[in-house]
């Protein structure tokens, strides 16, 4: 099957996730398609895949426009795929699963002894071992992952996508889905292979594609003829982006909060660091690298299972989230601002005022509005929230103002130390560099934050030392100098495992 | 564990009570199973795809006075009145589940004004009076018998077994199941969402219409109070068969259990005197017991 993506764009409200992007994928190969996060790969994905439908431009299957409005026409169409987040359904068997989209039919009745068997087969490609009647909601991450595979190859499609397959597998039934792609390459189906390992792509595909913000950086260049280097610059990009928010004078300030050895029932690891007063301390990783599971356990909301966390040099423990902000003073903004961090049909009043109720109330317990409003107004006009007035519902505003009334709320309740989680996703870039001068502003004031983020020139503009977050472990600590090419591929370094990682470790060390 | 608390009950309930192992009981408990079983899987269906169905009750009303006014005034023969009246339910159903799915509105919403639309066509046509006159044959189905087994038990049973069917071995009554189980994921598996949400409620619909009409026979009349207290009971009955609200795991026979268990406990009331109101108050004690049980093993599940 060969596949042609022409100039195809997809925006969503206030970000532009593909802005025109072209390349072919030819039968009998096997196409590498990489980025850094959010440079469009997943919504590129979905869009063939029928999730999506494209704004502009053309899809076209064997030289034919292909317009898909929903993933069903997609799999009529012979294209399948292994999508990033789970899709299974838990209660099911795992051979069922894997032929649901194919299921056999005897006499009008399933036949699950052919489902099974049927199953079994695509199944043994990649690993014999799980039993195809087991439920699979009683699998191990790693099983659901391989089920997920043989599902996608039980359609026999003539394209096969798949978004990171390897993410959560072993090295050996990584090699067992490697020799079936290689097969299958080889019986002319077209495979597009997403993974952020360079060491896969380079050993296993044919051509790369690179996106950066939403455009092709390098469209379906000779593996052979790329080095490792010129694919991460591809993705990266060669200009050097200033930060706007001009050079942060941070002093040394004692240590805000101190984390040693910490291990968390969400899956963390010996996780140790220092956040110092004042500063910004980013954390970057891939998704699904642990961070905001990370930012969870520190603001009581997972298990915590070993290691200490110190608050200004006193040991604490933190035994709930109303504990954290109430008693240690630790605020959260949760990347899902729209279901976790606003209540999008309440006024910015009592959004804003929401921390910090008990204190505002009367003696007799009574809230008034007046009183709510006398809390929000300073803020709202430092934080210059756009808006006709406090009564205004959140839902109302702009994603950048829903986030400027995200961090009013934490400064209302006078938190010490700001965890903010992707403050800028889905935000207009002019919007972006004011939510950036705001966090550089309560920093001076005094506060301590910690900045989640995927978006690297985000994370070098804003962050004094950036920490690198892999498989809930920190892998790395870098001192930001803010020289955007540099920074990008040490911190890049410590992510794609492998030859590049032990020189940043080195350079790391050394400087 | 439904099974073995039914067993318990059958026991105590036979040496306490001579009445109750009698003929006569028997046939009288089986009878009351029929209606309650029917209107049960109506809304277990609308469950197993994490959705629910309000209007049950209020369709099942419109149904029974439809087939009676069919029956009496307008001199249909019984089989097409009956025809008709199950074509009105899946009617119902259908349009419950083209709202909720074209809309976008929770079905929660759709089916709570459906009801009262249902209700309200209902009472506007008969102005609250019954049919009382309705053919023989049909008044006798009702009240007729094998020994103890009520023919009433007959298409309640036949019901049971095709769903169960349904939802075991047939495409459609699997995508229902995925669709409750994982709904975005069953989308991308190709699974047409939105016409397997239509499904549910169409054949939710159906059962109403079965369970109204199996109402009207046991009543020998069509009152259009048919269907007014069914809504609770649609409920407990597949709770307690161990049905999750959020869709994707149902069981016709554990629903099923669970109607014998409370029949049960309503037939053993009775039998001890005591006031049937207090059936209400069991039957609530019953439903919170179920979905704690059930959350315990949750729990116990993710500890492990």
């Given at each position: ?28 190969e096997?196409h ?8 469009g790969?997943s919504?590129?994905?979905k869009?063939v ?5 494209p ?8 030289g ?32 069922e ?13 399933v ?10 087969r695509?199944?043994?490609?990649i ?30 499609a ?13 090295d ?13 390459r ?10 952020h390992k ?6 296993l595909?044919?051509?790369?594609t ?14 052979a003829?790329m ?7 591809a ?8 930060a ?22 969400l899956?963390?690891k ?9 500063e ?7 998704v699904?690298?642990g ?14 299972l070993?290691?200490e966390?110190?608050?200004?040099g006193?040991p604490?423990s ?8 109430r ?11 729209k ?5 999008l ?8 005022a929401?921390t ?16 709510e ?24 505003l702009s994603?950048?103002?829903q ?13 010490d ?23 550089a ?23 004094d ?5 892999r498989?809930?472990a920190?892998?790395g ?5 803010r ?20 020189e ?8 | 564990?439904?099974?073995v608390?039914?067993?318990i ?14 003929e ?27 959705q ?47 709202l909720t ?39 006798a ?24 069917l ?35 409620h ?13 109402a009207?026979?046991q009543?020998?009349?069509a ?39 409370v ?9 001890a005197?005591?006031?049937?109101y ?10 919170l ?16």
């Amino acid at each position: 099957m060969r596949v042609t993506i022409d100039s195809i764009g997809k925006s969503f409200p206030g970000v532009v996730a593909l802005g025109g992007v072209s390349f072919e994928v030819h039968p009998g190969e096997i196409h590498a398609l990489m980025g850094e996060n959010g440079a469009g790969k997943s919504t590129l994905i979905k869009i063939v895949t029928g999730v999506y439908r494209p704004d502009r431009g053309r899809l076209l299957i064997d030289g034919a426009a292909a317009n898909f409005a929903s993933p069903r026409d997609a799999i009529a169409a012979g294209i399948s795929a292994v999508h990033q987040e789970r899709n299974l359904i838990p209660r099911f068997s795992v051979g069922e699963n894997i032929m649901i989209e194919n299921l056999p039919i005897r006499r009008g009745l399933v036949d699950y002894g052919e489902a099974h068997a049927q199953a079994r087969r695509f199944l043994d490609m990649i690993d014999p071992s799980i039993d195809t009647r087991a439920e699979v909601r009683r699998l191990s991450v790693a099983q659901m992952q391989i089920v997920e595979i043989a599902k996608a190859l039980s359609l026999e499609a003539g394209l096969l996508l798949l978004d990171e397959p390897t993410a959560s597998i072993t090295d050996h039934e990584a090699q067992a889905l490697f020799a079936v792609l290689r097969r299958l390459r080889s019986e002319g189906k077209a495979i597009v292979f997403v993974s952020h390992k360079l060491e896969e792509v380079i050993a296993l595909c044919d051509r790369v594609t690179v996106l950066r913000d939403g455009k092709v950086a390098a469209a379906g260049e000779l593996i052979a003829a790329m080095s490792r280097s010129r694919i991460v610059s591809a993705m990266i990009g060669r200009e050097e982006r200033v930060a706007e928010i001009g050079p942060r004078t941070f002093a040394r300030g004692t240590p805000a909060l101190e984390v040693r050895g910490l291990a968390t029932s969400l899956g963390h690891k010996d996780v140790s660091f220092t956040l110092r007063q004042g500063e910004i301390l980013g954390l970057y990783g891939l998704v699904g690298s642990g961070r905001t599971e990370l930012a969870r356990a520190l603001i009581g909301d997972a298990r915590i299972l070993a290691g200490e966390i110190r608050l200004k040099g006193a040991p604490i423990s933190i035994a709930d989230v109303s504990d954290a902000v109430r008693r240690h003073r630790i605020g959260y903004i949760s990347e899902d601002r729209k279901n976790e961090g606003l209540i999008l049909a309440h006024p910015i009043r009592a959004n804003i005022a929401i921390t910090i109720w008990p204190r505002l109330a009367s003696r007799l317990g009574l809230l008034t509005r007046r009183l709510e409003e006398r809390a929000a107004t300073p803020l709202a006009r430092k934080l210059d929230i756009r808006t006709p007035s406090l009564e205004q519902q959140v839902g109302k505003l702009s994603g950048g103002n829903q986030q400027k009334v995200s961090i009013a709320k934490w400064l209302a309740a006078s938190v010490d130390v700001l965890i903010i989680d992707e403050p800028t996703v889905g935000i207009d870039i002019r919007t972006k560099t004011a939510i950036h001068e705001l966090i550089a502003e309560i920093t001076r004031a005094g506060v301590s934050v910690m900045l989640i983020s995927s978006d690297m020139p985000e994370m070098i503009t804003l962050a004094d030392r950036i920490l690198v977050m892999r498989d809930f472990a920190l892998v790395g600590e870098i001192e930001n100098e803010r020289r955007y090419e540099p920074m990008s591929r040490r911190i890049m370094g410590f992510i794609h495992a492998g030859l590049e990682a032990g020189e940043s470790q080195q350079e790391a060390s050394h400087g | 564990m439904l099974a073995v608390a039914i067993a318990i009950g059958f026991v105590i309930l036979s040496l306490l009570s001579p009445a109750f192992l009698t003929e006569y009981n028997l046939y009288v408990m089986l009878r009351s199973f029929c209606v309650v079983l029917v209107v049960a899987f109506a809304q277990m269906l609308t469950l197993a795809v994490g959705q629910l169905n309000l209007a049950i009750g209020a369709l099942g009303g419109l149904v029974a006075i439809a087939v009676g006014g069919m029956m009496e005034k307008l001199g249909f023969p019984i089989s097409a009145a009956v025809g008709l009246g199950l074509l009105i339910g899946l009617g119902g159903g259908l349009a419950n589940g083209l709202l909720t799915v074209r809309t976008g509105i929770n079905g929660f919403i759709i089916t709570l004004a459906t009801a009262s639309v249902f209700t309200g066509i209902n009472l506007g046509v008969t102005e609250s009076i019954p049919f009382y006159n309705l053919p023989g044959p049909f008044v006798a189905f009702g009240v007729g018998r094998f020994f103890a087994v009520p023919y009433l038990l007959i298409p309640p049973v036949l019901a049971a077994l095709l769903l169960a069917l349904f939802l075991a071995r047939t495409a459609p009554g699997r995508y229902l199941l995925a669709v409750g189980g994982n709904a975005h994921a069953a989308e991308l598996s190709g699974i047409p969402r939105d016409r397997i949400i239509v499904l549910a409620h169409a054949l939710s619909g159906l059962l109403a219409a079965i369970g109204a009409i199996l109402a009207e026979a046991q009543l020998g009349s069509a009152q259009p109070t048919i269907g007014a207290d069914w809504l609770v009971m649609s409920f407990a009955a597949p709770i307690i068969g161990g049905a999750a609200l959020t869709g994707g795991h149902i069981s016709v026979a554990a629903t099923a259990l669970a109607v014998v268990l409370v029949v049960l406990i309503q037939n053993g009331m009775v039998l001890a005197k005591v006031d049937p109101y207090w059936v209400q108050f069991l039957l609530g004690a019953l439903i919170l017991a179920a979905v704690g049980l059930n959350r315990l093993r949750a729990v116990r599940v993710e500890a492990a």
